[in-house]
């Protein structure tokens, strides 16, 4: 069964680092734009991050000179590295892939079940 399947979360201190891993598993065609959003306890799912299959990258501005996003395009799996993170980064971050199942089959949206990023004081 096509998933994404993420992994990394926990908890962190302001200023520290913690890094995220999705991997799409399963059968597919291709994949083309992978990325993370997040979603804080009452605000609405944003855009952290993603990256396309040429390696351009887009960032949320809350994030930009943070965070960075890279992929294994091989292992198709998307990295997030979050730096200096900081109160606002809690949340819930879920993975997002653009797949295509196969050759009868349209690209579209998956997302990762979620994981729960905490930033102490």
Do not use: H, P, W
């Given at each position: 069964q096509l998933q994404l399947v993420e992994s990394g979360g926990g908890l962190v201190q302001i200023g520290g680092s913690l890094r995220l891993s999705c991997a799409a598993s399963g059968r597919f065609f291709s994949i083309t734009t992978m990325g993370w959003y997040r979603q804080a306890p009452g605000k609405q799912?944003?855009?952290?991050?993603?990256?396309?299959?040429?390696?351009?990258?887009?960032?949320?501005?809350?994030?930009?000179?943070?965070?960075?996003?890279?992929?294994?395009?091989?292992?198709?799996?998307?990295?997030?590295?979050?730096?200096?993170?900081?109160?606002?980064?809690?949340?819930?971050?879920?993975?997002?892939?653009?797949?295509?199942p196969n050759l009868s089959v349209r690209t579209a949206q998956y997302w990762g079940q979620g994981t729960q990023v905490t930033i102490s004081a």
């Open positions: 799912l944003e855009l952290v991050a993603d990256i396309d299959n040429y390696g351009r990258t887009n960032y949320g501005d809350s994030v930009k000179g943070r965070f960075a996003i890279s992929r294994d395009s091989v292992k198709n799996t998307v990295f997030l590295q979050m730096n200096s993170v900081n109160s606002e980064d809690t949340a819930v971050y879920y993975c997002n892939a653009d797949i295509r």
